[in-house]
């Protein structure tokens, strides 16, 4: 993200009562700027705490952005500067508790300490005390780049690092264990990681013999005694195979790719007019969180590149997979085709409703007809800004309450009369339900009794 003028950052680290770290990226910010609903650097931080001194946030937020307006005097803010992070852990531990993201529980911090001076001095045996084995944990931070911030963080930050970039400590011994390997001989290292990162789909000749290969040519084999010229041919021609059928999928994944993209094109429409009866308020909040996650998609996909790379994935392809992104899409143009199905039909029931009415609003009655025989192509041009505008104003004039209504009726109310005003109101509030665009009304009740 960048960050917008005065604005502060820093992290904080908490752990949810499962026993996970988690990294909150907490900014103060003197006004809300569209920059804080930029995604979240995950190797860094979880979720977003934005601490705000003026402006609106969207009510649409994702899940991983927790907002909070503070006071304006810095006197206030001084007095409650202790407290400010422990008042944040509960909504902070909400939204981690609802992110994407969420991380399950994994093994302790000394775990993957351990197994990382194992790793590094593999053959040998690892150092006794608790002073050598942090020697070495220096050693292997300042030797291999890919664990600089085993020097540079602590405890949770630590933790939790581990478990974002490994995920379990057999993972992390063995990146340790393939630096290692590099050390030695950087074609033996290409060749390990690529069969670590080429995923094949089960059953196959080609995932038959990778579970061979990694038996055969392991980190550990290569540094304790090398790698033989066969185990190398062997790998070498697996490689080949690998490479010419993960290039006729990615091809195949390339043209699913295209078409997924004419099909958002051909959606255009749809996308246009939910656009549009979005800025109708009083058909209720609008639907934006599909059309951000469709944005997002679309965006995944045209950066596919044409041909594959030299790596074993490309795009986060994997061989008999496809897209990540390709199911994503088809999922949020059927959350926009449906909202905007579901907002016009709230809005002509709102119509009906006024023209049944009989308030004298003929133009309504042609908006309702044009719709009906509109296709979704040629909706967006049926409501042009000054139509907006006017069905706006229409649609929010409030019709009398049904304790007004009821007041109509029942100017006072005596004890032969409490049944049949129960009853009247009892009318006026189902009419008022039925007529509300989205089934609910809200009562405001009057200060005292006449």
């Given at each position: 993200m960048t960050n917008p003028p005065a604005a502060r950052r820093y992290l904080l680290?908490?752990?949810?009562?499962?026993?996970?770290?988690?990294?909150?990226?907490?900014?103060e910010a003197a006004r809300w700027s569209a920059a804080y609903l930029?995604?979240?650097?995950?190797?860094?931080?979880?979720?977003?705490?934005?601490?705000?001194?003026?402006?609106?946030?969207?009510?649409?937020?994702?899940?991983?952005?927790?907002?909070?307006?503070?006071?304006?005097?810095?006197?206030?803010?001084?007095?409650?500067?202790?407290?400010?992070?422990?008042?944040?852990r509960t909504p902070s531990a909400l939204a981690w508790r609802a992110c994407p993201w969420r991380r399950e529980p994994h093994p302790p911090l000394h775990e993957f300490l351990d197994a990382l001076v194992?790793?590094?001095?593999?053959?040998?045996?690892?150092?006794?005390?608790?002073?050598?084995?942090?020697?070495?944990?220096?050693?292997?931070?300042e030797r291999y780049d890919a664990f600089t911030p085993l020097a540079q963080l602590n405890a949770d930050a630590l933790e939790r690092?581990?478990?974002?970039?490994?995920?379990?400590?057999?993972?992390?011994?063995?990146?340790?264990?393939?630096?290692?390997?590099?050390?030695?001989?950087?074609?033996?290292?290409?060749?390990?990681?690529?069969?670590?990162?080429?995923?094949?789909?089960?059953?196959t000749a080609l995932a038959f013999d990778r579970m061979l290969l990694l038996e055969q040519a392991s980190p550990r084999r290569a540094l304790r005694e090398g790698l033989p010229?066969?185990?190398?041919?062997?790998?070498?021609?697996?490689?080949?195979?690998?490479?010419?059928?993960?290039?006729?999928?990615?091809?195949?994944?390339?043209?699913?790719?295209?078409?997924?993209?004419?099909?958002?094109?051909?959606?255009?429409?749809?996308?246009?007019?939910l656009a549009r009866?979005?800025?109708?308020?009083?058909?209720?909040?609008?639907?934006?969180?599909?059309?951000?996650?469709?944005?997002?998609a679309v965006a995944a996909l045209t950066s596919m590149p044409v041909a594959p790379g030299e790596g074993a994935t490309t795009a986060d392809v994997t061989l008999g997979g496809m897209h990540p992104a390709l199911e994503a899409v088809r999922d949020a143009l059927a959350v926009v085709e449906g909202a905007m199905?579901?907002?016009?039909?709230?809005?002509?029931?709102a119509l009906s409703s006024k023209i049944l009415a009989d308030e004298g609003l003929a133009e309504l009655e042609r908006v309702l007809r044009a719709m009906q025989a509109s296709e979704t192509a040629d909706l967006a041009s049926v409501f042009d800004d000054g139509l907006l505008?006017?069905?706006?104003?229409?649609?929010?004039?409030?019709?009398?309450?049904?304790?007004?209504?009821?007041?109509?009726?029942?100017?006072?109310?005596?004890?032969?009369?409490?049944?049949?005003?129960?009853?009247?109101?009892?009318?006026?509030?189902v009419a008022a339900v039925s007529s509300a665009p989205d089934g609910r009304i809200r009562l405001k009740p009057t200060a005292r009794l006449g």
């Amino acid at each position: 993200m960048t960050n917008p003028p005065a604005a502060r950052r820093y992290l904080l680290y908490e752990r949810d009562p499962e026993g996970v770290p988690y990294a909150i990226e907490v900014v103060e910010a003197a006004r809300w700027s569209a920059a804080y609903l930029d995604l979240l650097d995950r190797d860094e931080a979880d979720i977003r705490l934005l601490r705000l001194r003026r402006g609106r946030p969207p009510e649409d937020r994702p899940a991983w952005l927790v907002v909070e307006m503070q006071p304006d005097g810095i006197g206030d803010l001084v007095a409650t500067y202790d407290a400010g992070a422990r008042a944040s852990r509960t909504p902070s531990a909400l939204a981690w508790r609802a992110c994407p993201w969420r991380r399950e529980p994994h093994p302790p911090l000394h775990e993957f300490l351990d197994a990382l001076v194992e790793g590094a001095t593999f053959p040998l045996d690892p150092p006794e005390g608790d002073t050598r084995r942090e020697e070495e944990r220096q050693r292997i931070a300042e030797r291999y780049d890919a664990f600089t911030p085993l020097a540079q963080l602590n405890a949770d930050a630590l933790e939790r690092w581990f478990a974002v970039r490994f995920g379990s400590p057999e993972a992390a011994v063995d990146a340790l264990l393939l630096a290692r390997v590099e050390e030695r001989d950087r074609s033996w290292a290409a060749r390990l990681r690529f069969l670590r990162e080429a995923e094949t789909p089960p059953g196959t000749a080609l995932a038959f013999d990778r579970m061979l290969l990694l038996e055969q040519a392991s980190p550990r084999r290569a540094l304790r005694e090398g790698l033989p010229p066969a185990v190398l041919a062997s790998l070498d021609e697996w490689m080949r195979r690998y490479r010419f059928a993960y290039d006729q999928h990615y091809a195949r994944v390339r043209r699913d790719t295209l078409a997924a993209l004419a099909g958002v094109e051909a959606a255009r429409p749809a996308r246009d007019a939910l656009a549009r009866l979005n800025r109708l308020t009083s058909l209720g909040p609008p639907e934006r969180a599909a059309e951000a996650a469709l944005d997002e998609a679309v965006a995944a996909l045209t950066s596919m590149p044409v041909a594959p790379g030299e790596g074993a994935t490309t795009a986060d392809v994997t061989l008999g997979g496809m897209h990540p992104a390709l199911e994503a899409v088809r999922d949020a143009l059927a959350v926009v085709e449906g909202a905007m199905r579901a907002r016009l039909a709230r809005l002509a029931q709102a119509l009906s409703s006024k023209i049944l009415a009989d308030e004298g609003l003929a133009e309504l009655e042609r908006v309702l007809r044009a719709m009906q025989a509109s296709e979704t192509a040629d909706l967006a041009s049926v409501f042009d800004d000054g139509l907006l505008e006017r069905l706006d104003r229409v649609l929010a004039d409030e019709a009398p309450s049904p304790f007004a209504r009821l007041a109509d009726d029942f100017p006072v109310v005596t004890d032969s009369d409490v049944n049949l005003a129960a009853a009247t109101f009892r009318m006026h509030l189902v009419a008022a339900v039925s007529s509300a665009p989205d089934g609910r009304i809200r009562l405001k009740p009057t200060a005292r009794l006449g």
